[in-house]
């Protein structure tokens, strides 16, 4: 049961089914505490605008995101009832390949299964004149039953657009499986309610940041990822700028 809302917390994987035991598992107990801000138990809403003023992290590995989730797996779980990324970034130095902390992507992911996510189709990124973490920027969302757009700073400043109004993402997306979306409007699965989420991230195994790339000192497939992460702080806890100075 893979998904973001209350009830799934115990039985995603994500979570490994809310319990971490270091002697068993032989990892550390992940060491870097973060944090996430969410109103799933507070306020969701259908179509709107969203503007968040936020200054970005600056640091190897950091990865701060804003971004929405379902309220309810309507479609079913992830991503077949949506998620709407407004700005997903990384701290890392802008000389990273992968993407530094001068830089952020928006995306949409959707799709009947995990592993038809087409988010490659409404996906784009945004390259600043400076480091996003020198000052404060504007991440906003305009969300209507015929557009889903994001930007920065101001609504002139686009950085995806994704039209609702002519094409179903099931078209869109060209699946030859079952539609979880059958008989609902154009948009859907992005026609229910969803829930805010700002949160700051640190490392992972998902890819994000690519094996081999930017000073990696860990890899996706190391059954220890999560010790060799941290045994090698040396490396990457020296380019964390805190406090920020904005």
Avoid at 108 to 123: E, K, V
């Amino acid at each position: 049961m893979w998904g973001g809302t209350p009830a799934d917390l115990c039985t995603s994987n994500s979570w490994y089914g809310c319990e971490r035991n270091a002697g068993a598992s032989g990892n550390y107990i992940n060491p870097i505490m973060s944090a996430r801000l969410r109103t799933v138990n507070s306020f969701s809403f259908t179509y709107g605008r969203v503007e968040v003023k936020a200054q970005l992290p600056k640091g190897d590995w950091i990865w701060p995101a804003i971004w929405l989730l379902p309220t309810d797996q309507q479609y079913g779980t992830w991503p077949a009832s949506g998620e709407i990324d407004i700005m997903e970034s990384r701290g890392n130095d802008a000389s990273c390949s992968a993407g530094g902390n001068d830089k952020f992507a928006s995306t949409l992911h959707w799709g009947p299964a995990w592993d038809q996510n087409r988010y490659d189709l409404t996906h784009a990124e945004y390259k600043h004149t400076e480091s996003l973490a020198d000052s404060f920027h504007i991440y906003g969302l305009l969300w209507t039953p015929d557009r889903i757009m994001t930007y920065i700073d101001t609504e002139d400043n686009v950085v995806l657009d994704v039209d609702t109004s002519s094409q179903s993402f099931w078209e869109k997306g060209g699946f030859k499986t079952d539609n979880p979306w059958v008989g609902e409007s154009n948009n859907a699965p992005f026609n229910r309610d969803f829930y805010l989420i700002l949160n700051v991230a640190v490392g992972g195994t998902n890819s994000y940041f690519p094996d081999g790339q930017c000073g990696k000192t860990w890899t996706n497939t190391d059954s220890r990822s999560a010790n060799t992460f941290w045994n090698t702080n040396g490396v990457w806890y020296p380019t964390w700028k805190y406090p920020a100075t904005n």
